[in-house]
């Protein structure tokens, strides 16, 4: 009875194997190797000056492999840590990361790639309507594979984690690493085992996303008005005038699709630079040297939103803001659509004269 059973287990595997004398584990055309790559293949990652939080990219891979065989044995699970990284332990999922709940308690080991850069494997290994999850961190995986039929098929999706600490502290770097990460195994015993075999390869160049200013200065002249038109809430000699950005590099994801700074800004804030605000006013501003022969008084400048009419507030915190990690990286100007005017200060006799002052504005990338 056991040389029968021992000569049909020989026929099967002829069988199996004939076109592929390099087989390997119990599943055909072994031994199997994936290369998770991650890099951004157009362009740098473009990163605003201030993000300073950690981000993560996950890397997907399915792969199924057929031919495989097994006698009623459950196989066990389990990894080995198998890379010239440095391994800090083993942790779950970055909960930035969305993966499938099956991985909510599990743990994986934590390579350092390099200094803030850190990586992860979790795995789920489907048979059927089973699928079992698991975490390459050099352990067995806990639970069982069902036993595995003859000529059956094992599917494997691996999710490698790359997580980079304080983002912004990548501008101006690059980073070009490879090398291996563990092997995941299931092993049946006598009867074989598949080994996946898996590397990294990390190639990233990080910029800072930004834009140019047009016209870095610029002066408004403003119609000449009457003094009678100053009246209580009124704005006279309205002047429009445009900062205008071009050449914006939107910040630019990890990975080719997607956005890891989708909420990222271009914001503008406006500071005196000549004059001084009305009193209890955050934006109206006084002429330069008033009170000196042939300026005007009772009059101030104001700065307003041109589509909304709001006055801009002169405190260098307060800002405009418009949407730059959301925008279509063919999408390389942003227009800031000003106004400048003239408003009369509460309290104060509209007097004839020349009137000037000037606004500093300034740019951030957020």
């Not at 994936?34 to 300073?52: E, L």
């Not at 993560?56 to 199924?64: F, G, L, M």
């Not at 044995?73 to 709940?101: K, Q, R």
């Not at 408004?220 to 071009?246: H, N, R």
């Amino acid at each position: 009875m056991i040389r029968l059973l021992l000569a049909i287990m020989g026929v099967l595997f002829m069988g199996l194997f004939s076109h592929s004398a390099s087989a390997v584990g119990f599943c055909l055309n072994g031994p199997f190797d994936q290369n998770i790559v991650f890099q951004r293949s157009s362009g740098s990652v473009a990163i605003p000056g201030d993000s300073s939080d950690s981000y993560s990219v996950v890397i997907e891979e399915t792969s199924t492999y057929t031919g495989c065989i097994s006698v009623g044995v459950i196989p066990t699970i389990y990894s080995e840590i198998n890379s010239p990284f440095t391994n800090t332990g083993n942790f779950p999922p970055p909960s930035s990361v969305s993966l499938p709940a099956g991985f909510s308690s599990q743990t994986a080991s934590r390579l350092q790639v390099s200094s803030g850069i850190h990586l992860q494997t979790f795995y789920a290994i489907e048979k059927g309507p089973f699928t079992r999850y698991c975490g390459l961190n050099g352990n067995v995986c806990s639970g069982a594979l069902l036993s595995l039929d003859v000529l059956s098929s094992i599917t494997f999706h691996t999710y490698t984690v790359i997580t980079f600490g304080t983002m912004n502290s990548f501008i101006g770097s690059s980073i070009s690493q490879s090398g291996g990460i563990g092997r995941m195994e299931i092993n049946t015993g006598l009867l074989g085992r598949i080994n996946v075999d898996i590397s990294a390869t990390i190639n990233y160049i990080f910029t800072r996303s930004s834009c140019d200013l047009a016209t870095p200065s610029q002066t408004v002249t403003l119609d000449p008005a009457m003094a009678s038109s100053l009246t209580p809430g009124s704005y006279v000699s309205a002047t429009p005038f445009d900062i205008q950005l071009v050449n914006c590099v939107p910040p630019r994801s990890l990975s080719d699709s997607g956005n890891s700074f989708s909420g990222s800004l271009i914001r503008v804030a406006f500071l005196p630079a000549s004059g001084q605000l009305v009193a209890g006013s955050t934006t109206d501003l006084r002429p330069l040297d008033q009170g000196m022969p042939g300026v005007a008084e009772g009059v101030a400048f104001q700065l307003r939103q041109r589509n909304t009419a709001t006055p801009v507030t002169l405190d260098g915190q307060t800002t405009l803001t418009a949407p730059l990690g959301t925008r279509n990286p063919a999408d390389t100007t942003e227009t800031f659509e000003l106004e400048a005017g003239l408003v009369k200060v509460n309290g104060e006799t509209v007097t004839a004269g020349n009137v000037s002052s000037a606004v500093t504005f300034e740019v951030e990338y957020r």
